[in-house]
């Protein structure tokens, strides 16, 4: 059976023209021409032979969705809220935190609305985890987590997280970094124990990134075993901003495994600014 490499770009934006943020996967495949099958993959090339790794691959693939998710609908101008419950206010079932979640975001909502500000754009982890003393592990009470962008400013945000008119505890809102790596660290803290209960909502209408149709056979085996193994190419930004003219590397990974061969994994930037202007407000 025919083996080739394939690569696959994520690109994140409103439009690939504009998108200033991109990932490429560079890794083998076995088939005939399995580029016409393309929206038919799953994320990882080929499952993985024991549990654990297969686990481990899908953490891996669930942060960098969130990454992208992110990079693509919000910016330095968006936000990054934690609500915590105070003494006497945290729900005692799951169903009492969900409501208390979509209470929080039908008030910003309506207020959002009245204030003229663009739809609500918004991301809601909640996390829970009960206490397991024979086993040594420790609780997580309730808290949401909650990555918006609206137009209201953060003390409005702050004052909207309550029930019944009485403040439900703690509301801290700041501003989304977009430095190397913030973003992929907020996704590994936000998805960092899988044992946890954890309830994901968002809002409709969400830009997903896109994943434009593989390029088979632009890398060769020995090609992909070349860079992967000498280290000061597959970090060399000059090489790869030949291979992607216009997208400066940021980062650049390269993993081995029995099952797979050599698979090579790069985040990359346009040049210029990677988000807008500064909104009033917040």
């Known amino acids: 059976m025919k083996s080739f490499y394939r690569e696959r770009r994520h690109v994140c934006g409103k439009t690939i023209a504009s998108a200033k943020y991109q990932e490429v996967d560079i890794y ?18 080929r499952r993985l032979p024991t549990r654990k790794a297969q686990a481990n691959l899908n953490d891996r693939n669930a942060r ?19 609500l915590t419950y105070g003494p006497g206010q945290e729900p005692t079932t799951e169903a009492e935190a969900r409501r208390d979640r979509d209470n929080f975001v039908r008030r910003l909502a309506a207020a959002n609305k009245k204030a003229g500000g663009a739809p609500l754009k918004y991301i809601i982890v909640t ?6 003393p024979a086993a040594g592990v420790k609780g997580i009470r309730y808290h949401h987590h909650v990555i918006l962008s609206c137009g209201l400013d953060r003390d409005k945000i702050e004052s909207l997280w ?30 960092k124990d899988a044992k946890r209960s954890r309830r994901w909502k968002q809002s409709r209408g969400l830009v997903q990134p896109k994943s434009q ?33 216009g997208w400066i590397l940021n ?31 917040h």
């Not at 008119?165 to 703690?170: K, P, T, V």
């Not at 890398?219 to 193994?229: C, D, H, S, W």
């Not at 040049?271 to 009033?280: N, V």
Request: a positive charge; hydrophobic letters at 30%; proline letters at 5%.
């Open 162 to 191: 309550a029930r019944k008119g009485e403040r439900l505890g703690r509301c801290n809102a700041d501003r989304l970094q977009f430095e190397r790596g913030s973003i992929e660290a907020l996704a590994r803290y936000l998805l």
């Open 251 to 281: 980062e650049a990974e390269a993993r081995y495994t029995d099952a797979l061969g050599w698979y090579i994994y790069l985040k990359m930037h346009r040049e210029g600014p990677p988000h807008g202007t500064k909104r009033k407000g």
């Open 127 to 132: 996390e829970h985890k009960d206490a397991d």
């Open 64 to 82: 960098r969705h969130l990454v992208q998710l992110v990079i693509t609908n919000f910016d330095e101008r968006d936000l990054h809220v934690t």
């Open 28 to 45: 083998p495949m076995t088939g005939t021409d399995a580029s016409r099958d393309y929206d038919k993959e799953a994320a990882a090339p």
């Open 213 to 245: 149709r593989p390029a088979d056979c632009k890398y060769t085996r020995r090609g992909v075993e070349k860079i992967a193994r000498d280290s000061a190419l597959l970090h060399d930004p000059d090489f790869w901003a030949k291979k992607y003219p």
